[in-house]
Every structure is written in structure tokens, then in C-alpha cells.
């Protein structure tokens, strides 16, 4: 680990632990005092979740995922964060058997997420963490805020199954939980031991990986009510190293 990046002692532990088994679950309680969140920030931002559209590239034909898209580039050296310029989202087959292979074009990120306080104190937070393993001087980072819904149908948060996402560092940050069984994480390494299973549950629960060290999963979600719509909210964070080291 590098010893560049100063870092709290929250956010130590939490480079610790993706330094040693590749994985790590940050309670809400420990990520609100990482980037200075209070119930009222995890609330305000959560609003954001209800102007999502329709994810109309679901290989599958389901109808059950909402999203938006978005990229930052993140210098940890200056804590310069710039948003970049909008584009489609790609993923290869090789990395996601379902929807991969093509570009797939989303509604950008809206003015109100961008200029969210909080959404810059994550980002920020998480760039130091990640330097603080990986040594990193720029990352590209990638944004996908989805909604998952459940009435009288099965609503699929990784419908790909077992999965890397084709980056350095990923994170799974629950939003909401709204009248749903199911949505459990779980974790595997190298060799598809299991690490870890969990269910996100609260605004702020989060969900790191080291993408190159270990896969992931979800279950699919069910309606507890099927006469009302019910839905998981999530931020999938997608950290890639860009060239240059630190020294």
C-alpha cells in the first residue's frame, strides 16, 4: 500500500481491507463519516433517483431497470474532479455476456445529481481511498445511478449473473430499499471462493471491490406488496486507473 495519500482513520480501514481480501463493506454510519454526510444529505440525494429513464438496451426485454449515465476524471494529487464530456456507456462481451458488445446510450446525469455536495465529497473520498491501494495518479470514474423495480414481476439488479465489471475498483452504494425481498450482494475471489454475502439496507451501505481481484453478484428482487411497485436503489460506482503512477 502506498503510503502517499494521508487518509482518516475510517478511510484507512477501508484501504486496509481492499489491500488485504480484495473486498470490503462500508456500513452507512462508517461512509457518512468518511465524506461528512448527515440523514439529511442521504435523503436530499436520494430525490435524485426519481428522475431516472428507462434502461432500453436490457438484452433480456425486461422492462424493470431505470438509469442515467455519467463520467469524472479524478487527479487525487490536485483533488481536481472534472466532469466529462457525455458518451455512450460500453461494455465488452467478455465482461458482460447479456448486455455487452454494444454502445449503449443514456440520459446524462441531471444538473441537481451533479451539483449534489455530496455526490463530490464520494467521489473524492473514494479517489483517496483507491490511490491510497493502488498508487493511482488519475482515475477515470464512471457513473451509473439504476433503479431496479418489482411489482407482479422479478426485478434482476445483475441480470448477468456472476460478474467483473472490466475496471480497477467498483462500488455498490444503496440508495433505497422500497417494499422488496432479495437484492442480496455476495462476493467471490479469484478462484470463486465465497467472500462475503450481504444485504445492502440502508441509505449509504457500500459495497467496494477490487474489480481485477474478485467477481460479484445479486439476487433478484420480489415485490413484499405485489399490488404496489417496489424498487432497490443503487449508485454503481466504476473506478479505472489512467496512466501516470505517483511517485
Do not use: C
Not at 484501504?15 to 488485504?20: R, T
Not at 456500513?27 to 435524485?48: C, H, M, V, Y
Not at 472534472?82 to 455487452?100: A, D, I, V, W
Amino acid at each position: 500500500m502506498s503510503g502517499n495519500t494521508t487518509l482518516s482513520s475510517p478511510a484507512r480501514t477501508v484501504a486496509d481491507a481492499l489491500s488485504g481480501t480484495g473486498e470490503h463493506l462500508v456500513s452507512s454510519r462508517e461512509l457518512s463519516e468518511i465524506i461528512g454526510a448527515t440523514p439529511q444529505d442521504w435523503q436530499r440525494f436520494a430525490k435524485n433517483w426519481d428522475d431516472l429513464e428507462p434502461d432500453t438496451f436490457m438484452a433480456d426485454g425486461g422492462s424493470y431497470r431505470y438509469r442515467r449515465y455519467g463520467q469524472y476524471e479524478y487527479s487525487p494529487g490536485t483533488e481536481e474532479l472534472t466532469l466529462l464530456p457525455h458518451e455512450p456507456y460500453r461494455q465488452e462481451k467478455f465482461f458482460n455476456h447479456l448486455n455487452g458488445g454494444v454502445d449503449r446510450v443514456y440520459e446524462p446525469l441531471t444538473d441537481t445529481f451533479i451539483q449534489d455536495p455530496l455526490l463530490r465529497s464520494l467521489l473524492t473520498s473514494l479517489g483517496r481511498i483507491f490511490t491510497a491501494v493502488d498508487d493511482t495518479r488519475r482515475w477515470l470514474i464512471k457513473l451509473h445511478p439504476v433503479r431496479i423495480v418489482a411489482d407482479d414481476k422479478t426485478g434482476h439488479p445483475a441480470p448477468e449473473g456472476r460478474h467483473r465489471d472490466g475496471v480497477t475498483f467498483v462500488g455498490s452504494l444503496l440508495i433505497d430499499r422500497l417494499n422488496i425481498t432479495g437484492g442480496e450482494s455476495t462476493t467471490y475471489d479469484e478462484k470463486q471462493n465465497l467472500l462475503r454475502t450481504v444485504t445492502l439496507s440502508e441509505p449509504g451501505d457500500l459495497l467496494l471491490g477490487d474489480d481485477q481481484r474478485t467477481y460479484h453478484q445479486v439476487t433478484p428482487i420480489e415485490a413484499v406488496d405485489r399490488a404496489r411497485v417496489g424498487h432497490r436503489d443503487v449508485l454503481v460506482l466504476n473506478y479505472s486507473a489512467l496512466p501516470g503512477r505517483l511517485s
